[in-house]
T-cell receptor, first 116, second 116 residues
Framework: AQKVTQAQTEISVVEKEDVTLDCVYETRDTTYYLFWYKQPPSGELVFLIRRNSFDEQNEISGRYSWNFQKSTSSFNFTITASQVVDSAVYFCALSEEPGSARQLTFGSGTQLTVLP | GAGVSQSPSNKVTEKGKDVELRCDPISGHTALYWYRQRLGQGLEFLIYFQGNSAPDKSGLPSDRFSAERTGESVSTLTIQRTQQEDSAVYLC??????????????FGEGSRLTVL
């Protein structure tokens, strides 16, 4: 069975600090997909990134970067120079079905608070 | 609007009553998902619809839960004889289900159900 663990329940940082959100996953499949979603106070989850298991290149998008390490089954998410608008719950998720997000398994989420 | 629309946004009901939650997906999205999010927790998969295929109901927690979808349009999630443990936010998401696509899910803002 697949499992996603986000050990950090809550993190608080001061604006402009860098912050890393941890995600550790378990799966028996050799092909799988990892996701990060952001859930702002409005409640609507917003897709941030999808990573295929066969692509271990790290990715950077503006202030966001992701570090995928198959050896440690981790897919960590770093926000550089955090801003108040980054405050949200962030979910890491895993899917074993190629090409779609069917039956995503979500972690329990990390509540990030960025203080001005 | 162009996004996933859910109604009602909030529903308070008495234990034992039936409730119906509605989801209007993004036009043209063939895949539709229902998830449940209990307070402070991750998302639990409930049911998945893909076009005219038989739905994947493997996540429904009991026979009090059912969902329908007509073609590729609106879906309704029905909870019969509600219990207090059914209190949660019920999130609907849709996806274009394009092979090789990003696997991104587009979420609605959820229906918050409170069972007294």
């Amino acid at each position: 069975a697949q499992k996603v663990t986000q050990a950090q329940t809550e993190i608080s940082v001061v604006e402009k600090e860098d912050v890393t959100l941890d995600c550790v996953y378990e799966t028996r499949d050799t092909t799988y997909y990892l996701f990060w979603y952001k859930q702002p106070p409005s409640g609507e989850l917003v897709f941030l990134i999808r990573r295929n298991s066969f692509d271990e290149q790290n990715e950077i998008s503006g202030r966001y970067s992701w570090n995928f390490q198959k050896s440690t089954s981790s897919f960590n998410f770093t926000i550089t120079a955090s801003q108040v608008v980054d405050s949200a719950v962030y979910f890491c998720a895993l899917s074993e079905e190629p090409g779609s997000a069917r039956q995503l398994t979500f972690g329990s989420g990390t509540q990030l608070t960025v203080l001005p | 609007g162009a996004g996933v629309s859910q109604s009602p946004s909030n529903k308070v009901t008495e234990k034992g009553k039936d409730v119906e939650l509605r989801c209007d997906p993004i036009s043209g999205h063939t895949a539709l998902y229902w998830y449940r999010q209990r307070l402070g927790q991750g998302l639990e998969f409930l049911i998945y619809f893909q076009g005219n295929s038989a739905p994947d109901k493997s996540g429904l927690p009991s026979d009090r839960f059912s969902a329908e979808r007509t073609g590729e349009s609106v879906s309704t999630l029905t909870i019969q004889r509600t219990q207090q443990e059914d209190s949660a936010v019920y999130l609907c998401a849709s996806s274009p289900r394009t092979l090789g696509g990003t696997g991104e899910l587009f979420f609605g803002e959820g229906s918050r159900l409170t069972v007294l």
